[in-house]
């Protein structure tokens, strides 16, 4: 069974009388443990599907099934629920708490799941070790570069076990040699069995990728393997470049 | 207790602004404290000065003698007698004691140690209508009473003075040289409001004292004046008609000729001193409830300006899971922690205050335990009260819209 089945989903907004189209009977499926891109320019509602598949907005129409999960059901509480088990951020600006440190970032998914503190504090570090940071646990974001980060933030969302990454331009902010570090880090993550879905409009990124969803306009224009031209760059280490 | 610490957490990380915040509930609780406190010991004064005596008290005097128009003082007359006394205590049906007292001073003297004083002859009722106790040995009795026998009972300050730490019972005292033995000492009472010392007396019986202490007017069973004790509140005045018309019928006054004796009703003034001092008390609350008030807005105001800071943040905790409930209770929490530091250190200071007060202005202050209590939860009634908005309006954050803001 596919982990995300979409199917003829809708997005309108609505400003005024103006009626805005984001999302234009848009379908498809995400197998369990794919790497998927999706593409496309600014405006082509690449982000709004972002937004979907992430439970932080609904569709207008359509349905959109989640590991079983009907979420167009789905209350606030339990969207926030959804969001908690089942999927990990990692945005293009971090988006870490500035004041705590790297351990308490990581661990906040936990804390909303109601996980008693040592067994937390416990999976937060392995899920930083995991990510290569065990030596600065207790640094916060300010004292750490964007790669060091990026890394924390892919430890939040790994440190729930949760089946689906999102991850939105989480390049977008680094260094070609962080850059490869971090897709290195997705692609291990991909290799473990964990759904990745990555948004980007960078044709490089997508060769890490599998799979590329492209939408124009609102619509879904193409679903096709990812490019395979540079994809040898893949296997080059961030030292070589 | 996680969300305390995150609470206290993020409070510590606004230091300045958690500490003005706070302020504002500072010193509206530490100003409720301060002013009941002020209030209570006002009313406690005229407390202490009720306790004095017992409650629903009727106090007959006899009317001044009036004699070719000039009138003398109030309790100079000589028209009560022991036996309207009686009257009363017989015939009376809303009355539960009766008291008659003839009092004077004297010289008081027990082996070499020797004492001036002020001594009350009466029946054993006095006890309760003054509002007594014995604290060893017995009050003398109605026997005592009818046969004018030679007992009294002392005041604490007397058998200190008198016997130091030697026991007084059975002793004999000689009060103006006639031979009395103590039978009683009572309970000590302290001073009243007025600084008089209550526990400076001794009471003996009434018809003891008249035939061999005190002399006023010309016959020798005339009293100073009677206490009457009501039965309760509401038969006050049914008590002050019934010992009026008892008096009239005995004194064979007929109608159109002026009383004999001036009835006064303690319980009244003293109920409406105690009052306005109430008054006083609630006014002095309200009025610091205000500043409480305007704290809590301050609360309010600052939780506000927090959640629209901490938009992103808010965002980020919805990204990975929190619910609405989650982002509210952890606003909510800081409100209150907010508001019950503040109230703690308010409590601290009002408590502060009102020793201070007591201290260098000398003004009396009671600090209640019901006032602190009552500032505890009011603070936290504010936190919560004032906080509920600030962390509604966040709970219903949209979590892109949220994730979106710089």
Same mark, same amino acid.
């Given at each position: 069974?596919?982990?995300?089945?979409?199917?003829?989903?809708?997005?309108?907004?609505?400003?005024?009388?103006?009626?805005?189209?984001?999302?234009?009977?848009?379908?498809?499926?995400?197998?369990?443990?794919?790497?998927?891109?999706?593409?496309?320019?600014?405006?082509?509602?690449?982000?709004?599907?972002?937004?979907?598949?992430?439970?932080?907005?609904?569709?207008?129409?359509?349905?959109?099934?989640?590991?079983?999960?009907?979420?167009?059901?789905?209350?606030?509480?339990?969207?926030?629920?959804?969001?908690?088990?089942?999927?990990?951020?990692?945005?293009?600006?971090?988006?870490?708490?500035?004041?705590?440190?790297?351990?308490?970032?990581?661990?906040?998914?936990?804390?909303?799941?109601?996980?008693?503190?040592?067994?937390?504090?416990?999976?937060?570090?392995?899920?930083?070790?995991?990510?290569?940071?065990?030596?600065?646990?207790?640094?916060?974001?300010?004292?750490?570069?964007?790669?060091?980060?990026?890394?924390?933030?892919?430890?939040?969302?790994?440190?729930?076990?949760?089946?689906?990454?999102?991850?939105?331009?989480?390049?977008?902010?680094?260094?070609?040699?962080?850059?490869?570090?971090?897709?290195?880090?997705?692609?291990?993550?991909?290799?473990?069995?964990?759904?990745?879905?990555?948004?980007?409009?960078?044709?490089?990124?997508?060769?890490?990728?599998?799979?590329?969803?492209?939408?124009?306009?609102?619509?879904?224009?193409?679903?096709?393997?990812?490019?395979?031209?540079?994809?040898?760059?893949?296997?080059?280490?961030?030292?070589?470049? | 207790?996680?969300?305390?610490?995150?609470?206290?957490?993020?409070?510590?990380?606004?230091?300045?602004?958690?500490?003005?915040?706070?302020?504002?509930?500072?010193?509206?609780?530490?100003?409720?404290?301060?002013?009941?406190?002020?209030?209570?010991?006002?009313?406690?004064?005229?407390?202490?000065?009720?306790?004095?005596?017992?409650?629903?008290?009727?106090?007959?005097?006899?009317?001044?003698?009036?004699?070719?128009?000039?009138?003398?003082?109030?309790?100079?007359?000589?028209?009560?007698?022991?036996?309207?006394?009686?009257?009363?205590?017989?015939?009376?049906?809303?009355?539960?004691?009766?008291?008659?007292?003839?009092?004077?001073?004297?010289?008081?003297?027990?082996?070499?140690?020797?004492?001036?004083?002020?001594?009350?002859?009466?029946? !054993?009722?006095?006890? %309760?209508? @003054?509002? +007594?106790?014995?604290?060893?040995?017995?009050?003398? /009795?109605? &026997?005592? *009473?009818? $046969?004018?026998?030679?007992?009294?009972?002392?005041?604490?300050?007397?058998?200190?003075?008198?016997?130091?730490?030697?026991?007084?019972?059975?002793?004999?005292?000689?009060?103006?040289?006639?031979?009395?033995?103590?039978?009683?000492?009572?309970?000590?009472?302290?001073?009243?409001?007025?600084?008089?010392?209550?526990?400076?007396?001794?009471?003996?019986?009434?018809?003891?004292?008249?035939?061999?202490?005190?002399?006023?007017?010309?016959?020798?069973?005339?009293?100073?004046?009677?206490?009457?004790?009501?039965?309760?509140?509401?038969?006050?005045?049914?008590?002050?008609?019934?010992?009026?018309?008892?008096?009239?019928?005995?004194?064979?006054?007929?109608?159109?000729? !002026?009383?004999?004796? %001036?009835? @006064?009703? +303690?319980?009244?003034?003293?109920?409406?001193?105690? /009052?306005? &001092?109430? *008054?006083? $008390?609630?006014?002095?609350?309200?009025?610091?409830?205000?500043?409480?008030?305007?704290?809590?807005?301050?609360?309010?105001?600052?939780?506000?300006?927090?959640?629209?800071?901490?938009?992103?943040?808010?965002?980020?905790?919805?990204?990975?899971?929190?619910?609405?409930?989650?982002?509210?209770?952890?606003?909510?929490?800081?409100?209150?922690?907010?508001?019950?530091?503040?109230?703690?250190?308010?409590?601290?200071?009002?408590?502060?205050?009102?020793?201070?007060?007591?201290?260098?202005?000398?003004?009396?202050?009671?600090?209640?335990?019901?006032?602190?209590?009552?500032?505890?939860?009011?603070?936290?009634?504010?936190?919560?009260?004032?906080?509920?908005?600030?962390?509604?309006?966040?709970?219903?954050?949209?979590?892109?819209?949220?994730?979106?803001?710089?």
């Amino acid at each position: 069974m596919a982990i995300i089945e979409v199917k003829n989903l809708v997005k309108i907004y609505k400003t005024g009388d103006i009626e805005l189209r984001a999302l234009n009977d848009v379908s498809f499926k995400i197998e369990r443990g794919e790497f998927v891109c999706v593409m496309g320019p600014s405006g082509s509602g690449k982000s709004t599907m972002m937004n979907i598949l992430g439970c932080l907005d609904v569709a207008s129409s359509g349905s959109y099934e989640l590991d079983g999960i009907n979420v167009k059901t789905q209350n606030r509480a339990e969207l926030a629920d959804v969001r908690n088990h089942k999927l990990g951020f990692v945005f293009q600006g971090f988006n870490l708490l500035p004041k705590v440190d790297a351990v308490e970032n990581v661990e906040l998914p936990l804390l909303y799941r109601g996980v008693a503190s040592a067994k937390r504090r416990k999976a937060a570090v392995e899920a930083l070790e995991r990510v290569g940071l065990g030596q600065r646990l207790h640094h916060r974001p300010s004292q750490m570069s964007g790669g060091q980060q990026q890394r924390v933030a892919i430890a939040r969302a790994i440190v729930g076990r949760a089946p689906i990454i999102l991850a939105d331009e989480p390049t977008g902010n680094l260094d070609t040699k962080t850059t490869v570090e971090i897709m290195n880090i997705f692609t291990e993550l991909h290799k473990e069995g964990i759904t990745v879905i990555l948004v980007t409009h960078e044709p490089d990124i997508a060769t890490w990728s599998e799979r590329v969803l492209r939408f124009r306009d609102g619509q879904l224009i193409a679903d096709e393997a990812a490019p395979k031209g540079v994809q040898l760059d893949n296997e080059v280490k961030p030292e070589d470049i | 207790m996680e969300i305390i610490k995150t609470a206290l957490r993020s409070l510590l990380g606004n230091r300045t602004r958690s500490i003005l915040t706070m302020l504002g509930i500072i010193i509206g609780v530490g100003a409720v404290i301060t002013m009941v406190a002020i209030g209570r010991g006002a009313a406690q004064q005229v407390e202490g000065f009720v306790a004095g005596f017992g409650s629903n008290l009727i106090i007959v005097f006899p009317a001044p003698p009036n004699s070719s128009g000039a009138r003398g003082a109030a309790g100079s007359g000589a028209t009560l007698t022991l036996d309207d006394s009686n009257a009363i205590a017989n015939e009376s049906f809303s009355i539960q004691n009766v008291a008659p007292e003839a009092n004077g001073s004297a010289q008081v003297i027990y082996g070499n140690s020797n004492w001036s004083t002020s001594f009350t002859g009466s029946t !054993p009722e006095i006890l %309760n209508v @003054r509002n +007594l106790e014995i604290e060893q040995g017995a009050c003398f /009795s109605d &026997a005592d *009473v009818r $046969s004018a026998a030679k007992v009294c009972v002392l005041g604490p300050t007397v058998v200190k003075e008198l016997f130091g730490y030697a026991d007084p019972i059975d002793a004999v005292i000689r009060i103006r040289n006639i031979p009395f033995r103590v039978v009683g000492v009572l309970k000590a009472k302290g001073a009243n409001s007025f600084g008089q010392d209550q526990d400076d007396v001794i009471f003996l019986p009434i018809t003891t004292a008249q035939r061999r202490l005190v002399r006023f007017g010309t016959r020798v069973d005339s009293v100073r004046r009677i206490n009457v004790q009501a039965r309760d509140r509401d038969s006050l005045t049914a008590a002050q008609d019934e010992v009026k018309a008892i008096l009239r019928q005995r004194h064979k006054l007929t109608e159109g000729v !002026p009383d004999d004796f %001036n009835i @006064r009703d +303690l319980t009244e003034a003293l109920e409406n001193a105690e /009052s306005s &001092a109430e *008054v006083m $008390s609630i006014l002095l609350g309200a009025v610091a409830s205000i500043s409480l008030l305007v704290g809590g807005i301050g609360i309010m105001n600052i939780m506000l300006v927090s959640v629209s800071e901490r938009t992103r943040e808010i965002g980020i905790r919805m990204a990975v899971g929190a619910r609405p409930s989650n982002v509210r209770v952890q606003f909510l929490t800081e409100a209150v922690v907010l508001s019950l530091l503040g109230g703690a250190i308010g409590i601290a200071s009002g408590v502060g205050i009102s020793k201070a007060i007591t201290e260098f202005i000398k003004w009396p202050t009671l600090i209640s335990p019901e006032s602190i209590l009552i500032a505890v939860g009011f603070s936290a009634a504010v936190g919560v009260f004032f906080g509920f908005w600030p962390a509604y309006k966040a709970s219903r954050l949209d979590p892109i819209d949220a994730l979106r803001t710089e």
